[in-house]
């Protein structure tokens, strides 16, 4: 059982790794070692963030939706795929060790970093596409099956590759991510919960921060759009990077 502490301190955490999430993503370089930190054990804690991440992303989503940045019809078929995608990484992860991840994955977190430094793609303006929306699904898939598999740098994944392949403005970009994400978590934390690792009552008390924090950071990345998006998206990869190397130099 818990303290009462935990609960008030996680769900403030929790307000602020929504903020960002909404923005960047990221959130979870925050989250995980602050639900590790309290002695939530490592599968618990990877349970209980999805459960709160998917109600602070679901508010973002809303939000990006209403202002009309997602379009909801066109980007079904990836909806599913990525769903399936998240399923099955989420089921794989909890049957082999993913230590390797942390040497491979900040390769592509740094290249990220770059193109979204470097590209001049990287404006709220769209641009021609050069993969169609089915085109895209794969694609959404296998990012999806990261996600469920693994996690960090999901959302820079999907907005970057929605920028270079699907041609959107960066704002748009980052509002469609929140739809993938989203959907991606609905999967990770069914298995989760069909595992019996989420612990429920924690993760709904972070989430009314994370849905506080969502709901924030949307409205303030709609406000200043490829201005704060792009910065934080280079500083978040970069994070993201280095924590996961230390995670793996270290242990």
Known sequence: MLETWVYATLTAVALLTGFIDAIA??????????LLFTGVPPLQAL???????????????INYGRAGLIEWRRNLPTVLVVFLGAAAGCYVVQQVDTRILQLIIP???????????????????????RVSSRGYAPIGGAIGFYDGFFGPGTGSFFTTSLVALRGYGLTKATALTKLFNWTSNIASVLLFALGGHTLWLLGLCMAAGAMLGGWLGSHTAMKFGARLIRPL?????????????WGYFSS
């Open 25 to 34: 993503g990221g959130g979870g370089l925050i989250m995980m070692p602050a």
């Open 107 to 129: 390769l592509f977190l740094l290249a990220v970093a770059l193109y979204v430094l470097f590209s001049p793609r990287m404006t709220d303006e769209d641009a021609h596409h």
């Open 233 to 245: 998206l280079v500083a978040g990869s970069i994070a993201m990077t280095a924590r996961l190397l």
């Open 47 to 61: 349970a209980t963030n999805k459960l709160q991440s998917m109600f602070g992303t679901m508010i973002a989503m």
